[in-house]
Nanobody, 118 residues
Framework: VQLVESGGGLVQAGGSLRLSCAAS?????MGWFRQAPGKEREFVAL????????LYADSVKGRFTISRDNAENTVYLQMTSLKPDDAAVYYC???????????????WGQGTQVTVSS
């Protein structure tokens, strides 16, 4: 499966961004992860194939919303109340299991940069 992210950019703290991930092929469990310089890749959000189940990292719960449009084969990450700590390269990933571990995902996008100014 091929994944292409878009929607990153520069935003002021407190602002919002919406990331998109266009996927080809079958419908998979989809996840968003992020990696800041010098840090490990970390889980952000997860959504089931149907979109009926979601899971969030504690650090983004209540601020970020993951959703999907299976007709368009696209997954979204709506990010609000952004903080400087949210700055990272954001990756979408596709996998077979509802599992937030990066090891559960075989397909990854190229990433999109999110920068949050204070």
């Amino acid at each position: 499966v091929q994944l292409v992210e878009s929607g990153g950019g520069l935003v002021q703290a407190g602002g919002s961004l919406r990331l998109s991930c266009a996927a080809s092929g079958r419908t998979y469990v989809m996840g968003w992860f992020r990696q800041a310089p010098g840090k490990e890749r970390e889980f952000v959000a997860l959504i089931s194939r149907s979109g009926s189940s979601t899971l969030y990292a504690d650090s983004v719960k209540g601020r970020f919303t993951i959703s999907r449009d299976n007709a368009e084969n696209t997954v979204y990450l709506q990010m609000t109340s952004l903080k400087p700590d949210d700055a990272a390269v954001y990756y979408c990933a596709a996998g077979p299991s509802f599992d937030g571990s990066p090891r559960a995902f075989a397909s990854w996008g190229q990433g999109t940069q999110v920068t949050v100014s204070s």
